[in-house]
Nanobody, 126 residues
Framework: QVQLVESGGGLVQAGGSLRLSCAAS??????MGWFRQAPGKEREFVAA???????????DYGDSVKGRFTISRDSAKNAAYLQMDSLKPEDTAVYYC??????????????????WGQGTQVTVSS
């Protein structure tokens, strides 16, 4: 069955770093990405990439994380990663891995992703 499992969340001080992992199983995907949701707020786009046969792939980032977060992949493992540097208290949220198997272009809309992980908590203290 299709399954996405996130890991790597935790508590970190402002200015620190964390690396999130998303392990996918069951089938291959055309796009994969990350969203986050803080209490009382709507789910926010973080980053996404489109799978490609080429070694270089296409990626997109939300405005609030550009220059600080980096998304990457491991094609052999069918996995996605999110390197988060220079973390701020406002980055505190539950981070979700998302994927889709039919889309060929990147999207920031959460409703366009068909598969989701259960989330991992990231807390940044000031």
């Amino acid at each position: 069955q299709v399954q996405l499992v996130e890991s790597g969340g935790g508590l970190v001080q402002a200015g620190g770093s964390l690396r999130l992992s998303c392990a996918a199983s069951g089938r291959t995907f055309s796009v994969m990405g990350w969203f986050r949701q803080a209490p009382g707020k709507e789910r926010e786009f973080v980053a996404a990439f489109r799978w490609s046969a080429r070694i270089t792939y296409y990626a997109d980032y939300g405005d609030s994380v550009k220059g600080r977060f980096t998304i990457s992949r491991d094609s052999a493992k069918n996995a996605a990663y999110l390197q988060m540097d220079s973390l701020k208290p406002e980055d505190t949220a539950v981070y979700y891995c998302a994927a889709d198997r039919v889309r060929t272009m990147l999207t920031r809309e959460s409703s366009e992703y068909s598969y989701w992980g259960q989330g991992t908590q990231v807390t940044v203290s000031s």
